[in-house]
């Protein structure tokens, strides 16, 4: 899971102003919206449940609600990723068309029209990449399974 690094003085209940680079990364790349919640951490470690309390045209405001649980990452989300495009790829496939997507992920139009034109939505679960590194590891994982899908063992 991704974390968004906090700067100091972060408080429960504390509104954190945020411009610059950080507000232009929550809010155009990964398209963060009022009332979005993420994970932060501080220049101590400590993680926090953030709030986007308001966005303007070149600010947001963080609302710090409580210290978030230190989860560690689980395997879960690759692997249902892995299983949906096993299931994708299990008839008669000839070719693929990958549609990869901005950090933030599709707006819900984008997503819409995608799946008109016909592509199955698969995502990474909770695990952000940056769209080059989503779409090296998409080409790497269909390629794979194209290629082993012969020696499958029904489950």
Same mark, same amino acid.
């Given at each position: 899971?991704?974390?968004?690094?906090?700067?100091?003085?972060?408080?429960?209940?504390?509104?954190?102003?945020?411009?610059?680079?950080?507000?232009?990364?929550?809010?155009?790349?990964?398209?963060?919206?009022?009332?979005?919640?993420?994970?932060?951490?501080?220049?101590?470690?400590?993680?926090?449940?953030?709030?986007?309390?308001?966005?303007?045209?070149?600010?947001?405001?963080?609302?710090?609600?409580?210290? &978030? #649980?230190?989860?560690?990452?689980? !395997?879960?989300?690759?692997?249902? *990723?892995?299983? %949906?495009?096993? $299931?994708? +790829?299990?008839?008669?496939?000839?070719?693929?068309?990958?549609?990869?997507?901005?950090?933030?992920?599709? &707006? #819900?139009?984008?997503?819409?029209? !995608?799946?008109?034109?016909?592509? *199955?939505?698969? %995502?990474?679960? $909770?695990? +952000?990449?940056?769209?080059?590194?989503?779409?090296?590891?998409?080409?790497?994982?269909?390629?794979?399974?194209? #290629?082993?899908?012969?020696?499958?063992?029904?489950?």
């Amino acid at each position: 899971m991704r974390l968004f690094f906090l700067p100091r003085g972060a408080e429960t209940g504390q509104g954190i102003e945020i411009q610059g680079k950080d507000f232009n990364y929550l809010a155009h790349v990964l398209r963060r919206r009022v009332g979005d919640r993420f994970q932060g951490a501080d220049p101590g470690g400590c993680r926090w449940e953030c709030r986007i309390a308001e966005l303007g045209a070149d600010r947001l405001r963080l609302q710090l609600e409580r210290p &978030a #649980e230190a989860a560690g990452e689980r !395997a879960e989300p690759a692997l249902r *990723l892995i299983q %949906a495009l096993h $299931d994708a +790829l299990a008839g008669d496939v000839r070719s693929v068309t990958l549609l990869i997507g901005p950090e933030g992920g599709f &707006a #819900e139009e984008e997503a819409a029209l !995608a799946r008109e034109r016909g592509f *199955l939505p698969i %995502a990474p679960g $909770d695990r +952000l990449w940056r769209t080059e590194t989503a779409a090296l590891y998409a080409v790497a994982a269909v390629q794979s399974i194209l #290629e082993e899908r012969e020696t499958w063992i029904p489950v």
